[in-house]
């Protein structure tokens, strides 16, 4: 889900008591019944935030990628409690990254989900 500071903050304070705009929450869902088992969940990225923090089009896209993997890492059940756990956590990032760049899957990644958020004429 794409979201800004004014939607990702209510859900940071209700679910962690954190009264303040954050980068990325994820949620894991439990699997249905008969259904396989997989990765299954929500991630909300602050696209607003990723702006904010790239500065540039192509540092923004950059970021909202670093996002919706740290919240794939989340859903894939790692934890980021502990400084080893947060630097395991961000080589897979990074690596996931690296990948997506080479095919890229990066270029355009902010604009093209600003422009989905605005109303047509």
């Given at each position: 889900m794409l979201t800004?500071?004014?939607?990702i903050t209510p859900l940071n304070r209700r679910f962690f008591g954190k009264d303040?705009?954050?980068?990325?929450?994820?949620?894991?869902?439990?699997?249905?019944?008969g259904e396989a088992a997989g990765l299954r969940g929500?991630?909300?990225?602050?696209?607003?935030?990723a702006r904010l923090v790239g500065r540039r089009p192509d540092a923004s896209s950059r970021?909202?990628?670093?996002?919706i993997a740290h919240?794939?890492?989340h859903l894939s059940g790692?934890?980021?409690?502990?400084?080893?756990?947060?630097a395991a956590m961000r080589r897979r990032e990074l690596a996931w990254l690296r990948r997506a760049a080479r095919l890229g899957?990066?270029?355009?990644?902010v604009s093209a989900c600003v422009a989905r958020r605005r109303p047509s004429s």
């Open positions: 800004d500071d004014a939607g303040h705009p954050t980068d990325v929450i994820s949620f894991a869902l439990d699997t249905l019944p929500e991630i909300f990225v602050n696209v607003e935030r970021e909202l990628a670093l996002y919240g794939f890492n790692a934890t980021d409690h502990t400084a080893r756990e947060r899957y990066l270029q355009g990644l």
